[in-house]
């Protein structure tokens, strides 16, 4: 009878008990060779998944956000989801759950994963980044940013707390704030996403209607979170891990970095300004988020402005009568504002306890540059406060600064509107300083009402997004230097905002020669959104910062405790465009306070690497004398353990020991449930195996290659 059945097995099911037996023979190895499994066995069986990105667990005062897997990871056979019909197998009908999900970066929608979040039969996801970006728009933010940080409550125009009078971001899908309980990692290699697919297509294809059988290909993917349910807990547990125990473990650590500021005339940092200096405020925020963890290009939502910003100190330092201006100007650069404005917040709370060398009271005005690269015939909205402006002192400084802009606006490409005056400000950093006094103060956005911005907080908020483009065949040089009309059309937002800000300061002369440059605009476009790794930024930073720079697209994620690449890039450009070059060596330039300049504590001191010489492969290093600060941007509620607080964010990320993808194939489901470890038969008898490079290499190794690992077990695996 046993023989009988035997007989009658099908090809599948003897190739099956084949694999299970041999399986058993290869176990031996693995548990017979010890470092031998790590050293070849792994590296046949496994492909690493390098290009990824994955969705993090971030934790506030009430709840968790993100993604993350089991201890050990999660593990799942492949399903191709390109339709949205595709989702019915892994829902259903597919007879191998749980399923690892590559999904179509189309179909990353709200609705979708909320179905996918609603079954057992989901193990984890992997999303293929969409080329082009979806053009019905992509944002997993929320439709009101930062909603219940800004000055709008119920004490403060409640009429437009909660964004009640407009939806600013009304394609935001609150995806990114939403937990899920499985890992989703970005594919962010297209190649990648092609070896998954093939390894799909061989395997796991249904043929016919036919259901697949083992070997199947599957997916592991790895994102443990050590921290859960809140930032009131995560920061609880690690100040006891602290405080009693010699290794303690912290598990969540607090979003921070730090602001980047400079003020037009020097200032002494160590002291107050006299209490009846009068300073403008011009502001903007550097960093983004998205979805996946350190994807931010933010190319609308952060970056066009930031650099617009950086244009207009630059021609404003050029004016020659700047430094007999009587007010002053502080151009700052908020790092945090995407979680509930940390940078601003944070700068707001250490004026008002006298930790700053600027008080609130010395604010004469405040400009604020928020999203501006995507202006409709050229119109830029000028957004001001509705409350405010009902008081009869901010009323008339309020009409100085508009009449100031449109004033500066005349004859150049830039139509200056102002919204209504019963429309609430859109989420600003400016919000941040009116909750703490009231001021006058103006935003400047390319959007009258909602965003123009479709990819707000997105993985597709690149250069495309802002329509960068540049001709074939140019060298990365080349490329550096080409001024795109997204570059023209920011510098000229930089020139009205540089002309506007004289004039409130108090400067008489003719602002016509203020200009911001366009060849300079294009340089920083290309180093913030394309490739930080370019000759500019190598002249301006400092030998021992090589690091920052890179090859890869940059992103403007906020860290945690240290200082990110795109706040040390920030503080560097601002330091060149403002700076002057001053005749000091290495040693005087970087200890300043041993030299006999006067004014050293007025200043900043910066080596820097310098351009190369023409005639050589050495840097003609130099000495740049600026008023660039760093000031932290962590929020006061951490400061204060106020780990629960309303009026200050309490982001923080948790932590984690091993973040990785990658996929192989599994024999059975018992052989899968028994030892999660994939099974090999397939590539034996193939002669070929997977590799990203798109190159062949034996399935098995040579008795060369780690014989004395290899010559036994399979021998016994024979016998088996």
């Known amino acids: 009878m046993a023989a009988g059945a035997g007989w009658r097995m099908g090809a599948g099911e003897r190739g099956r008990r084949g694999a299970e037996t041999l399986f058993r023979g290869l176990l031996f190895c693995v548990l017979g060779c010890g470092f031998c499994w790590g050293n070849s066995v792994e590296r046949k069986i496994y492909i690493p998944l390098n290009k990824t990105a994955p969705c993090v667990r971030l934790l506030n005062a009430t709840h968790q956000i993100g993604c993350q897997s089991s201890m050990n990871g999660d593990t799942g056979v492949i399903h191709v989801v390109e339709k949205a019909q595709d989702l019915k197998w892994v829902l259903t009908d597919g007879p191998h759950p749980p399923y690892m999900v590559l999904l179509d970066g189309e179909l990353f929608t709200r609705e979708l994963m909320l179905q996918l979040k609603g079954s057992s039969r989901i193990s984890g996801l992997a999303v293929a980044i969409s080329k082009p970006s979806p053009a019905q728009g992509f944002s997993p933010g929320l439709k009101c940013p930062n909603d219940g940080f800004g000055v709008y409550s119920n004490d403060y125009g409640p009429q437009y707390a909660h964004c009640n009078w407009t939806a600013w971001n009304p394609l935001g899908n609150g995806l990114a704030y939403e937990d899920f309980n499985f890992p989703i990692f970005l594919l962010e290699d297209a190649n990648e996403t092609q070896v998954i697919k093939q390894c799909y297509q061989d395997h796991n294809l249904p043929q016919n209607g036919s259901v697949p059988e083992y070997p199947l290909c599957a997916m592991q993917l790895f994102a443990h979170m050590h921290a859960v349910t809140n930032t009131v807990t995560c920061m609880r547990r690690s100040s006891l891990q602290t405080a009693f125990s010699l290794n303690p473990e912290e598990v969540c650590d607090a979003l921070s970095d730090y602001n980047v500021w400079s003020t037009l005339k020097p200032i002494n940092t160590s002291s107050k300004i006299n209490p009846l200096d009068e300073v403008i405020i011009v502001a903007t925020r550097i960093d983004s988020h998205s979805f996946f963890w350190n994807v931010a290009p933010g190319a609308e939502s952060a970056v066009a402005s930031f650099v617009t910003h950086l244009a207009a100190a630059e021609a404003l330092h050029k004016v020659p009568d700047v430094q007999m201006l009587p007010r002053n100007i502080m151009f700052t650069f908020f790092q945090g504002e995407t979680f509930d404005y940390i940078g601003s917040s944070r700068m707001v709370y250490d004026m008002k306890m006298d930790k700053f060398p600027i008080r609130l009271d010395n604010i004469h005005s405040f400009l604020e540059l928020s999203q501006v690269a995507l202006r409709n015939s050229s119109v830029l909205w000028v957004h001001t406060d509705p409350v405010s402006r009902r008081n009869d002192s901010i009323q008339p400084q309020v009409e100085t600064l508009v009449e100031a802009l449109i004033n500066s606006s005349v004859g150049a490409n830039v139509t200056l509107q102002e ?51 540049y001709p074939e065949g140019l060298s990365p040089e080349e490329t550096l230097d080409y001024v795109t009309d997204t570059a023209k059309s920011l510098a000229e937002v930089a020139t009205v905002v540089a002309r506007a800000l004289y004039q409130l300061a108090g400067g008489t002369g003719n602002t016509s020669a203020i200009q911001a440059d366009p060849r300079t605009v294009s340089r920083m476009l290309y180093g913030f959104l394309i490739k930080t790794n370019n000759s500019w930024f190598q002249s301006i930073i400092k030998q021992d910062l090589k690091g920052l720079l890179g090859d890869e697209l940059p992103q403007h994620y906020i860290a945690v405790t240290t200082l990110v690449n795109t706040t040390q890039l920030v503080q560097y450009v601002l330091a060149n465009l403002t700076g002057t070059v001053v005749n000091f060596t290495k040693e005087e330039c970087l200890n300043p306070e041993k030299t006999p300049n006067p004014e050293k504590e007025m200043y900043v001191y910066t080596w820097v690497q310098g351009s190369r010489d023409p005639n050589s492969t050495s840097r003609v290093p130099f000495c740049v004398q600026s008023t660039v600060h760093l000031t932290k941007a962590a929020s006061p509620a951490f400061e204060l353990k106020q780990w629960g607080s309303t009026e200050y964010s309490t982001w923080t990320e948790s932590r984690w020991k091993d973040i990785r993808a990658r996929i192989f194939l599994i024999a059975s489901k018992e052989l899968e449930d028994m030892v999660q470890l994939p099974f090999l038969l397939d590539l034996m008898l193939q002669p070929t195996v997977f590799t990203l490079a798109g190159t062949t290499d034996s399935a098995l190794p040579s008795l060369q290659e780690d014989e004395a690992c290899w010559r036994i077990p399979l021998f016994q695996a024979s016998l088996l």
Do not use: C, W
């Not at 400016?430 to 123009?452: E, M, W």
């Open 419 to 469: 919204v209504g005056q019963s429309q609430p400000l859109p989420p600003s950093s400016f919000q941040r300083f009116l909750r703490a006094k009231s001021i006058p103060g103006v935003v400047l956005a390319d959007h009258r009402t909602s965003f123009q911005n479709r990819y707000y907080q997105s993985m597709y908020d690149t250069a495309e997004n802002i329509l960068m483009k």
